[in-house]
């Protein structure tokens, strides 16, 4: 990872994260956080950083399998200049960056302007707006964990009935029209759930966001059953697949919700 630099006696910056996401073409992802809003600067840093990325050896051992030691052609970029905004997912720019000989291009990102060698910039000038509704609307640990806990021993529950209904329904122990009517028994608490604002959680005490996020994931994961479970226009077997998919998620997000609540006391 990279450590904090300085570009050009101007700004600073600090790789947070870095994945490599290659498919069909070799791609990398890349969160940064920097000191300036300034969008020359930042523009000057993203053509020196994009340059920069292309032969940077980070890719995993079945990319270097499959692409050999070429360099990258699909680089995408995440500015931000807080950690609050890291943590909640609204960056000052998002940069994209495909390389004209790449024989799968993935679709090009809505932008702003092109700099440099054909870099994309979609700038995301709405983060102030948010930063500030965050930053108004954070709570402290003790409050937050324990509206965080109410909510995680619903949604928990909630998903330990519909998978349970689930395997009722795959196993031929229930009709389909017995478990849509028992899926929406709890459509107005699911609801209230997915809806329901408490605040935001402190940005400065490490854990928190992650948390936040796990249990949000887990309940946009069970109101997507339900919401699968409402379409008439469905069929059967897509049905199965899709709240197969949603209930994996669940699970997933409900354990690394647990798992990250015990470090947290």
Same mark, same amino acid.
């Given at each position: 990872?990279?450590?904090?630099?300085?570009?050009?006696?101007?700004?600073?910056?600090?790789?947070?994260?870095?994945?490599?996401?290659?498919?069909? =073409?070799?791609?990398?992802?890349?969160?940064?956080?920097?000191?300036?809003?300034?969008?020359?600067?930042? @523009?000057?840093?993203?053509?020196?950083?994009?340059?920069?990325?292309?032969?940077?050896?980070?890719?995993?051992?079945?990319?270097?399998?499959?692409?050999?030691?070429?360099?990258?052609?699909?680089?995408?970029?995440?500015?931000?200049?807080?950690?609050?905004?890291? #943590?909640?997912?609204?960056?000052?720019?998002?940069?994209?960056?495909?390389?004209?000989?790449? +024989?799968? @291009?993935?679709?090009?990102?809505?932008?702003?302007?092109?700099?440099?060698?054909? *870099?994309?910039?979609?700038?995301?000038?709405?983060?102030?707006? $948010?930063?500030?509704?965050?930053?108004?609307?954070?709570?402290?640990?003790?409050? $937050?964990? @324990?509206?965080?806990?109410?909510?995680?021993?619903?949604?928990?529950? %909630?998903?330990?009935? $519909? =998978?349970?209904?689930? %395997?009722?329904?795959?196993?031929?122990? *229930?009709?389909?029209? *017995?478990?849509?009517?028992?899926?929406?028994?709890?459509?107005?608490?699911?609801?209230?759930?997915?809806?329901? $604002?408490?605040?935001?959680?402190?940005?400065?005490?490490?854990?928190?966001?992650?948390?936040?996020?796990?249990?949000?994931?887990?309940?946009?994961?069970?109101?997507?059953?339900?919401?699968? =479970?409402? #379409? +008439?226009?469905?069929?059967?077997?897509?049905?199965?697949?899709?709240?197969?998919?949603?209930?994996?998620?669940?699970? @997933?997000?409900?354990?690394?919700?647990?798992?990250?609540?015990?470090?947290?006391?």
């Amino acid at each position: 990872m990279m450590n904090i630099k300085k570009m050009n006696n101007e700004i600073k910056y600090k790789v947070i994260e870095m994945e490599d996401i290659s498919q069909s =073409a070799k791609r990398l992802s890349v969160k940064i956080l920097v000191d300036s809003t300034k969008k020359d600067e930042l @523009k000057n840093l993203i053509e020196t950083l994009t340059e920069e990325l292309k032969y940077i050896d980070y890719a995993k051992e079945k990319t270097i399998i499959k692409f050999g030691n070429k360099p990258y052609e699909v680089i995408y970029l995440l500015l931000y200049s807080n950690i609050r905004q890291v #943590n909640f997912g609204f960056p000052l720019c998002r940069v994209q960056w495909i390389d004209d000989n790449c +024989k799968y @291009k993935p679709m090009k990102i809505q932008y702003d302007e092109i700099v440099g060698d054909s *870099i994309l910039i979609e700038w995301q000038d709405e983060f102030k707006f $948010f930063d500030q509704i965050i930053k108004e609307n954070e709570i402290g640990k003790e409050e $937050f964990l @324990k509206y965080s806990d109410e909510k995680f021993d619903f949604i928990k529950d %909630t998903y330990e009935n $519909f =998978a349970k209904l689930f %395997t009722e329904l795959i196993s031929n122990k *229930i009709e389909f029209n *017995i478990y849509v009517s028992e899926i929406l028994r709890l459509e107005d608490a699911l609801n209230g759930s997915f809806f329901d $604002f408490y605040g935001f959680p402190d940005s400065s005490v490490e854990g928190l966001a992650e948390l936040h996020n796990h249990l949000q994931s887990a309940i946009t994961d069970v109101h997507n059953v339900l919401v699968v =479970a409402k #379409n +008439k226009d469905y069929s059967f077997k897509n049905v199965v697949i899709l709240t197969k998919i949603y209930l994996q998620d669940a699970k @997933k997000n409900i354990e690394q919700y647990f798992e990250l609540r015990k470090s947290l006391q």
